[in-house]
């Protein structure tokens, strides 16, 4: 059983975040490069409004322009994840495994498919139903008529150098939607976005959630996860 070592970094800026995160995935590299055993991280956070564009996404469906990006007070960087646009705010639980898939399995398509698989057990908790929507990745929920399109709970974005992950998961605790208005999220159009609290119709205790996501972590990869 491998062991993951997590940290709650709080509400952090994206990029401190970002390049706290490239720091452990150099440390790992260092690591591997000698022979050494490599550590597995998990980081937990909250981000101040940022929008963040994937290498292989398009400014495009960012609807704002720049007097208008710069006027709204939202950051937006462009990074090195996979996937397209989304939005980080306070109220979305972001996770990053910072793992050596060496220790686990060097597949980033089943790796991307555990992820998912995470969320849609922790919905499960909440009695909600998560779904996989073919060619593309993250989770959704689906409306209960048919004429209506499902809604995106939570979206993912990974980069490897290695065989170590960075970036990850940005789950729809009980953020303001309304950010999600100004572009079109991963790219997709004709889409809805919704949060936990959306789905139960009442407010849900963010630490509850944090604690249900350490715990699903830790069955789907089968590690023991330890703070540091």
């Given at each position: 059983?491998?062991?993951?070592?997590?940290?709650?970094?709080?509400?952090?800026?994206?990029k401190?975040?970002?390049?706290?995160?490239?720091?452990l995935?150099?440390?790992?590299?260092k690591?591997?490069?000698?022979?050494?055993?490599?550590?597995?991280?998990?980081?937990?956070?909250?981000?101040?409004?940022?929008?963040?564009?994937?290498?292989?996404?398009?400014?495009?469906?960012?609807?704002?322009?720049?007097?208008e990006?710069?006027?709204?007070?939202?950051?937006y960087?462009?990074?090195?994840?996979?996937?397209?646009?989304?939005?980080?705010?306070?109220?979305?639980l972001?996770?990053?495994?910072?793992?050596?898939?060496?220790?686990?399995f060097?597949?980033?398509?089943?790796?991307?498919?555990?992820?998912?698989?995470i969320?849609?057990?922790?919905?499960?908790?909440?009695?909600?139903?998560?779904?996989?929507?073919?060619?593309?990745?993250?989770?959704?929920?689906?409306?209960?008529?048919?004429?209506?399109?499902?809604?995106?709970?939570c979206?993912?974005?990974?980069?490897?150098?290695?065989?170590?992950?960075m970036?990850?998961?940005?789950?729809?605790?009980?953020?303001?939607?309304?950010?999600?208005?100004?572009?079109?999220p991963?790219?997709?159009?004709?889409?809805?976005?919704?949060?936990?609290?959306?789905?139960?119709?009442?407010?849900?205790?963010?630490e509850?959630?944090?604690?249900?996501?350490?715990?699903?972590?830790?069955?789907?990869?089968?590690?023991?996860?330890?703070?540091?």
């Open positions: 059983m491998n062991t993951v070592y997590f940290k709650n970094w709080g509400l952090i800026d994206f401190a975040a970002w390049e706290r995160q490239e720091s995935l150099d440390s790992i590299i690591d591997k490069r000698q022979n050494k055993p490599t550590k597995n991280y998990l980081i937990f956070c909250q981000h101040s409004h940022v929008y963040t564009l994937g290498k292989s996404g398009n400014k495009k469906n960012l609807l704002l322009n720049d007097f990006l710069k006027s709204s007070g939202v950051d960087y462009k990074i090195n994840r996979g996937g397209d646009i989304t939005y980080h705010g306070p109220g979305q972001v996770i990053y495994p910072i793992f050596d898939l060496d220790n686990f060097t597949d980033i398509h089943k790796y991307l498919r555990f992820l998912e698989d969320v849609i057990n922790v919905l499960k908790k909440f009695l909600i139903t998560g779904i996989r929507i073919s060619g593309s990745t993250g989770v959704w929920v689906p409306n209960k008529e048919k004429n209506l399109t499902h809604r995106k709970i979206a993912m974005g990974v980069r490897a150098s290695r065989w170590v992950t970036h990850g998961i940005a789950f729809n605790v009980d953020p303001d939607l309304s950010y999600f208005n100004n572009i079109i991963c790219g997709i159009q004709n889409k809805g976005v919704t949060s936990l609290k959306n789905e139960l119709d009442k407010n849900v205790s963010f509850k959630v944090e604690e249900i996501f350490k715990s699903e972590f830790s069955k789907v990869f089968k590690t023991l996860i330890i703070d540091y």
